[in-house]
């Protein structure tokens, strides 16, 4: 117990390590609006109208459409949080149901000693993981909402799985997927929400999370109750039912959440966004040197590296490069993400 308080020391020791400084500000709030004109630029407009007759029909329509996006976008802005919410708290209903007692389950109905419990334990996490970056990445091309739904309703059908499989070997490994796919879901329903939640509103949505909790350790109770009465098979069914309820939840999002759009390569370049935020950073410090403005408004100016355009060099190296040259003098250009 002391290794692991005294591990516990370490992520908290990196808390002091954020600066407010570097945080969002009007970026972080809730998504934009519905994009005007549909995606059509304006030259395209143009061109395609003939004469000022016909400029003049197709506004009415334009705007008409505005209208009904904004009313639309207005809409999921009210029903998307409280959605998301309720089915979460479901979810949380169903699973404190049988999470607690899967490992008596392991040891009363497989046989299952100590160490391959925990094992098993041990092995979920990195399924968990693994599992989110694969949704992360489906998300891109099905839709947030419908990616949750998936994994979802394939852990509940996993779930019904190992109520009917007697064999181990074969319902060990089936659990383990199943607590991936059910727990790695988290992240998307989590920028559901805060996508369609106002930065002054999210504090009350966070904190339904304690209700989670409370629901979590009230349904344990109710759950126990159900394993004395009709064993643990039984029970996860109950389990599947009430996350088949939570995941219908999900279904309406389908329609009032927008898909993550990509650029016009055809994929998200976060690596791009890092590096320009990097840049960005660095000539900022450079700035607040001494002698950063006069370089700066010089006809060569010596700008740190992460200013000029380096080719193929990445952020990383000019950063390197920037820390060797004036590491000297205490000045750091390694910007904290």
Same mark, same amino acid.
């Given at each position: 117990?002391?290794?692991?308080?005294?591990?516990?020391?370490?992520?908290?020791?990196?808390?002091?390590?954020?600066?407010?400084?570097?945080?969002?500000?009007?970026?972080?709030?809730?998504?934009?609006?519905?994009?005007? !004109?549909?995606?059509?630029?304006?030259?395209?407009?143009? &061109?395609?109208?003939?004469?000022?007759?016909?400029?003049?029909?197709?506004?009415?329509?334009?705007?008409?459409?505005?209208?009904?996006?904004?009313?639309?976008?207005?809409?999921?802005?009210?029903?998307?949080?409280?959605?998301?919410?309720?089915?979460?708290?479901?979810?949380?209903?169903?699973? !404190?149901?049988?999470?607690?007692?899967?490992?008596?389950?392991?040891?009363?109905?497989?046989?299952?000693?100590?160490?391959?419990?925990?094992?098993?334990?041990?092995?979920?996490?990195?399924?968990?993981?693994?599992?989110?970056?694969?949704?992360?990445?489906?998300?891109?091309?099905?839709?947030?909402?419908?990616?949750?739904?998936?994994?979802?309703?394939?852990?509940?059908?996993?779930?019904?799985?190992?109520?009917?499989?007697?064999?181990?070997?074969?319902?060990?490994?089936?659990?383990?997927?199943?607590?991936?796919?059910?727990?790695?879901?988290?992240?998307?329903?989590?920028?559901?929400?805060?996508?369609?939640?106002?930065?002054?509103?999210?504090?009350?949505?966070?904190?339904?999370?304690?209700?989670?909790?409370?629901?979590?350790?009230?349904?344990?109770?109710?759950?126990?109750?159900?394993?004395?009465?009709?064993?643990?098979?039984?029970?996860?069914?109950?389990?599947?039912?009430?996350?088949?309820?939570?995941?219908?939840?999900?279904?309406?999002?389908?329609?009032?959440?927008?898909?993550?759009?990509?650029?016009?390569?055809?994929?998200?370049?976060?690596?791009?966004?890092?590096?320009?935020?990097?840049?960005?950073?660095?000539?900022?410090?450079?700035?607040?040197?001494?002698?950063?403005?006069?370089?700066? &408004?010089?006809?060569?100016?010596?700008?740190?590296?992460?200013?000029?355009?380096? !080719?193929?060099? &990445?952020?990383?190296?000019?950063?390197?490069?920037?820390?060797?040259?004036? !590491?000297?003098?205490?000045? &750091?250009?390694?910007?904290?993400?």
């Amino acid at each position: 117990m002391l290794v692991g308080q005294a591990l516990s020391l370490v992520p908290c020791a990196m808390l002091f390590a954020f600066r407010e400084a570097e945080t969002l500000g009007e970026e972080s709030e809730a998504i934009a609006g519905p994009r005007k !004109g549909s995606g059509v630029s304006s030259s395209n407009r143009g &061109s395609s109208v003939r004469g000022g007759k016909a400029a003049d029909a197709e506004a009415p329509a334009e705007a008409e459409a505005d209208t009904a996006a904004a009313a639309k976008r207005a809409h999921a802005l009210r029903v998307v949080p409280w959605l998301v919410a309720s089915a979460d708290v479901c979810s949380m209903l169903g699973s !404190g149901m049988t999470v607690k007692y899967f490992p008596i389950f392991f040891k009363d109905d497989l046989g299952l000693g100590p160490i391959a419990v925990n094992a098993i334990y041990v092995i979920c996490p990195l399924l968990i993981s693994m599992a989110g970056l694969i949704a992360q990445r489906l998300s891109l091309r099905l839709g947030s909402a419908q990616t949750a739904f998936a994994f979802r309703l394939t852990g509940i059908a996993l779930l019904v799985a190992i109520s009917f499989i007697r064999q181990r070997n074969v319902l060990i490994p089936i659990y383990a997927l199943r607590t991936g796919l059910m727990n790695s879901t988290s992240g998307l329903t989590k920028g559901i929400l805060n996508d369609h939640v106002p930065k002054h509103r999210r504090g009350f949505f966070n904190a339904l999370e304690s209700l989670n909790l409370f629901s979590w350790s009230g349904s344990a109770v109710l759950g126990g109750v159900l394993v004395s009465s009709i064993g643990y098979r039984h029970t996860f069914l109950c389990t599947a039912a009430v996350q088949t309820m939570s995941a219908m939840f999900l279904v309406p999002l389908f329609t009032l959440v927008e898909r993550e759009r990509r650029d016009a390569a055809g994929a998200v370049n976060e690596k791009q966004i890092v590096r320009q935020m990097r840049r960005e950073r660095l000539a900022a410090r450079w700035r607040a040197l001494p002698w950063g403005e006069a370089t700066e &408004s010089a006809s060569t100016p010596l700008l740190p590296p992460g200013n000029r355009d380096d !080719g193929d060099e &990445s952020a990383d190296e000019l950063e390197t490069l920037w820390d060797q040259s004036w !590491g000297s003098i205490g000045f &750091s250009a390694a910007p904290l993400l």
